[in-house]
């Protein structure tokens, strides 16, 4: 499975939003799901956002995560399908434990906990896919004054995840080209094998982590009176999608209560 | 030793194109042929394509487009691990393969996987660790090296497994006049001896030492796939692909014009041409009024 | 005017039995172009280190004697190890051997923005400042492109870059141009010799590519095994072909032919009075070629 949540740079629409417009649309999102408890409607928010996905022409990658995404859905679905004890009972597999009886809402609580959970990761991937690391961190100290060095560790952390999956395919290069196989034997094999795998990249990562340090401090991280290359302002479009994205969360409150 | 290879090319690549998911066309068409036997240089601009297209040879990429064939066999449908008995490969970045704690077992790790033990092992790793000049810091952690001995035991790491094909990715970044030559005896060694060797370089002056044949890569083509000689000649072709003549070669041409000519590639070669010149046209003034030829003429 | 002077320095890593570092006595006067070069190992990087504050600031070790900075405060001189390293950020640009691990942004243009935003500048420049260290090292086309997608030499260029733009007083640069092409090293050694020529930054750069520097530089430092064997301008460290020998340096073939022309016995001995100045470049060594012919 491939979970890309780096960057990529489609210049769509979508993207010259504001990150703090993306931002609150990602938690808006969040919201709403849970606010939702039937599968129709969720079901209809899915595809919504695979539309934005498509208007962001990032469908590739959305799609590629999607369907890591439905392997852990579909455990979710039979999770819940099994231990919930309302509803009519469709079969009951043991008879003698009615609690692991199946039932219709079961199934269907099931569906919509899935559901809800590829909602609100897709959400959030089209936000990563869509907003530049360095936008979030601005609207972040700006707009939510959260401390720049915080900001900028934390999106830093998140912007390694890429490097960091780099790194891993890089050093398996590096030991497969040693004729090392990473495929081999029973369970314990493979954990030894894993290791010309994980200890570089444990040390490579420690490295890094001393090195960015390093790298950071030595061209003047954490000097007073820090300027910023670009601020970005939210633009009137912005406002649009703000208000309508809060109106939309008010119609899910009104609905649900 | 090589392994026993058929009569067939070693490595046949047609019509090879790759892109990356997040960048450009990396490659965008190269046909390219290399038989067994050949020291062959890989040049080009910073982003050309030169990683990309040696990445193919051991699988370690997977064409876009296009096929590669190591003897016969297409590398996209073989696992990296077996082609690694065949294809041993020297990364630009040393510090992605170095994990062991001691040097030794960095080494060794190449050997192990092909199966070698024991004394075999031992030896195979020393005289790798005595090639690259690292005998001293057999124990020692390799993560403590300079960057350049750092590069040096990746390149041992590989060495050390004798494949029959060695792709090095800048093997010289980086080390100085005479490890540089050092490595480079090493390659000419395992070359006489069978072994097939790709090496990726901005040196020119290495090219023109060491190399049988060059590719010139330039925007993801293969512009020039000749000897190091004929290369030289295109000065044109060669400045507009990012790259320079190599002092010597500049020197050698320029004083061409003046009937100077090094037949060893070297300034000590040219500064005897010059020397024969400088005494032979006082010589010739008194004595030999028919040869204006030059130096050849006057034999 | 900012000037480096090195005391007495030794320096053991951890766990190290010899020093890397040993007794090294040097002045940095402001506006020099200085080569620092040695075999692998000699401890080029080592020495950069403790000038850019590397050491001891982020480098355990043992370290004995001092790297003088002066003229950074009005008090006079203060050792770089007192000096927090943002502080140093403000006078001293580094490039290190490894760009792959200096690179701390995820897009080209954010990471030459980087230190300008930590050093204040006025974010009104900063478009300027970047479009120039970009085009200064050839990579305009790769403002936008994400750097964890570059090739080795793209990725050094962009840790080049970014050091340029913030403009220091002193530029340490180690092994730069290790995996650059021939054009882009040399198109990045004459902005480093602009830089130097016409804005007075002083260049403390380790290389082993003597051969393009030596026209370039006031001053060549050879290490070996943490001690300095040789130092001064290039046209007298070229008077001494068996130190190169012995160190495995190479020395220049311009200079290399120039001494292959006395042994030959066209040329008279280097130290004589009637030598002819050592040639630098090739242009040099062409013309005193021809004037044998
Ligand atoms: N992982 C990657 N993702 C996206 N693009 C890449 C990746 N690796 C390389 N590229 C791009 O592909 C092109 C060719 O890169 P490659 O690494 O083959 O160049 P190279 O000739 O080896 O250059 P160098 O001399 O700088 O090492 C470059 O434009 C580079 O930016
Ligand atoms: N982190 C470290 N820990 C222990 N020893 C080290 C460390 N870094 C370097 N050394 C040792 O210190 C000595 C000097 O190393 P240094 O990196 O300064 O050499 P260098 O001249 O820069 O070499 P290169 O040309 O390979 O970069 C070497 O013998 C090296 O093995
Ligand atoms: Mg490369
Ligand atoms: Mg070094």
Redesign the interface.
């Known amino acids: 499975m491939s979970v890309s949540i780096?960057?990529?740079?489609t210049g769509s629409p979508v993207h010259r939003l504001h990150a703090l417009t993306k931002l609150l649309f990602a938690l808006a999102v969040l919201t709403i799901s849970m606010l939702l408890s039937q599968p129709l409607p969720l079901l209809l928010l899915f595809f919504s956002l695979l539309g934005i996905a498509a208007l962001a022409s990032v469908s590739q990658e959305i799609l590629s995560a999607v369907k890591g995404l439905l392997k852990v859905a579909f455990f979710l679905v039979l999770l819940q399908m099994f231990f919930y004890p309302e509803g009519t009972v469709l079969f009951a597999p043991v008879s003698s434990l009615p609690g692991l009886a199946v039932t219709d809402q079961g199934i269907l609580f099931g569906i919509s906990i899935a559901l809800r959970m590829m909602v609100i990761v897709t959400s959030f991937l089209l936000f990563l896919t869509t907003t530049?690391?360095?936008s979030t961190v601005l609207s972040l100290v700006e707009y939510l004054k959260v401390p720049y060095d915080y900001a900028f560790l934390f999106i830093?952390a998140l912007?390694f995840i890429?490097?960091f999956l780099?790194?891993v395919r890089?050093?398996g290069?590096?030991?497969?080209?040693?004729?090392?196989?990473?495929?081999g034997g029973g369970p314990l094999a493979r954990l030894k094998t894993i290791f010309?795998l994980a200890?570089?990249l444990v040390?490579?990562s420690l490295?890094?982590a001393?090195?960015?340090?390093?790298?950071?401090?030595?061209?003047?991280?954490?000097?007073p009176?820090?300027?910023?290359?670009?601020?970005e302002k939210p633009g009137a479009v912005d406002i649009m999608v703000i208000v309508a994205l809060l109106s939309a969360v008010a119609v899910a409150v009104l609905l649900r209560f | 030793m090589p392994a026993k290879l058929t009569g067939r090319p070693l490595i046949e690549v047609r019509q090879l194109k790759h892109t990356y998911r997040s960048g450009g066309e990396a490659l965008k068409g190269i046909d390219l042929t290399i038989n067994t036997g050949e020291m062959i240089a890989v040049v080009g601009r910073n982003g050309a394509g030169k990683t990309t297209l040696t990445k193919h040879f051991n699988g370690l990429l997977r064409p876009t487009a296009g096929t590669v064939l190591l003897d016969g066999q297409d590398t996209a449908k073989l696992p990296v691990a077996q082609l690694a008995r065949t294809v041993g490969y020297v990364f630009q970045n040393p510090d992605h393969q170095i994990f062991h704690e001691r040097l030794f077992d960095e080494i060794a790790f190449g050997p192990r996987n092909l199966g070698l033990r024991g004394d075999e092992l031992t030896a195979r790793v020393d005289s790798a660790l005595k090639a690259v000049d690292l005998t001293e810091y057999r124990d020692r952690d390799p993560g403590d090296l300079s960057r350049g001995q750092r590069k040096r035991a990746a390149l041992a790491s590989v060495l050390a497994m004798e494949t029959a094909v060695i792709i090095l990715d800048e093997p010289t970044s980086g080390q100085d006049y005479q490890e540089s030559e050092q490595i480079m005896e090493i390659l000419r060694e395992l070359n006489r001896r069978g072994h097939t060797i790709l090496f990726i370089t901005h040196d020119m002056e290495l090219v023109q030492e060491h190399a049988h044949r060059v590719l010139l890569i330039d925007d993801g083509k293969l512009v020039i796939d000749a000897p190091p000689q004929e290369l030289f000649r295109q000065e044109q072709a060669l400045t507009s692909a990012g790259l320079r003549l190599p002092p010597t070669a500049e020197l050698e041409q320029r004083l061409a014009a003046f009937g100077i000519h090094s037949d060893a590639g070297t300034v000590e070669a040219l500064a005897t041409s010059i020397a024969r010149r400088s005494s032979r046209i006082i010589a010739r003034d008194s004595f030999d009024e028919n040869c204006s030829g030059g130096v050849a003429a006057c034999q | 005017m900012l000037s480096i002077t090195i005391e007495n320095l030794t320096f053991s890593y951890p766990d190290c039995s010899s020093p890397a570092l040993h007794e090294i006595n040097l002045t940095m006067e402001a506006g020099e172009f200085i080569v620092i070069t040695g075999a692998t190992g000699a401890g080029k990087s080592t020495l950069l280190r403790s000038i850019n504050g590397v050491i001891p600031h982020f480098q355990p070790g043992t370290l004995q004697g001092n790297v003088w900075l002066d003229g950074a405060t009005p008090s006079g001189r203060v050792p770089v190890a007192r000096v927090s390293a943002p502080q140093l950020a403000r006078f001293i640009g580094s490039v290190f051997d490894d760009p792959e691990g200096q690179i701390v942004s995820p897009i080209v243009e954010e990471e030459i923005a980087f230190g300008l935003e930590n050093t204040g500048v006025d974010p009104a420049q900063m478009d300027g400042r970047i479009a120039k260290a970009l085009a200064d090292c050839g990579i305009s086309h790769l403002r936008h492109r994400a750097t964890s997608s570059l090739s080795g030499g793209q990725k050094q260029r962009v840790a080049i870059a970014a050091a340029l733009a913030l403009a220091p007083k002193i530029l340490v640069l180690d092994e730069p141009t290790s995996e650059l092409d021939p054009d882009g090293t040399e198109a990045v050694l004459n902005v480093l010799s602009e830089l130097n020529k016409n804005h007075g930054i002083t260049i403390i750069i380790a290389e082993q590519k003597v051969t393009l520097l030596a026209p370039l530089c006031d001053r060549l430092v050879l290490l070996e095994k943490g001690r300095i064997a040789l130092q001064g301008p290039p046209r007298q460290v070229f008077l001494h072909p068996h130190i190169f020998a012995k160190l495995g340096v190479e020395l220049p073939a311009p200079a290399r032919l120039a001494h292959a022309l006395v042994q030959e016995g066209v040329l008279p001995p280097f130290d004589s009075p009637d030598a002819p100045p050592i040639p630098l470049t090739v242009e040099e060594a062409f013309t005193l070629s021809r004037q044998l012919l």
């Open positions: 780096e960057y990529i740079p530049p690391a360095r830093t912007r890429p490097t780099e790194e890089l050093i290069q590096a030991q497969e080209a040693r004729a090392h196989d990473f495929s010309p200890l570089p040390m490579i490295q890094r001393e090195r960015m340090a390093m790298a950071m401090e030595t061209r003047g991280f954490g000097l009176g820090r300027t910023y290359y670009r601020t």
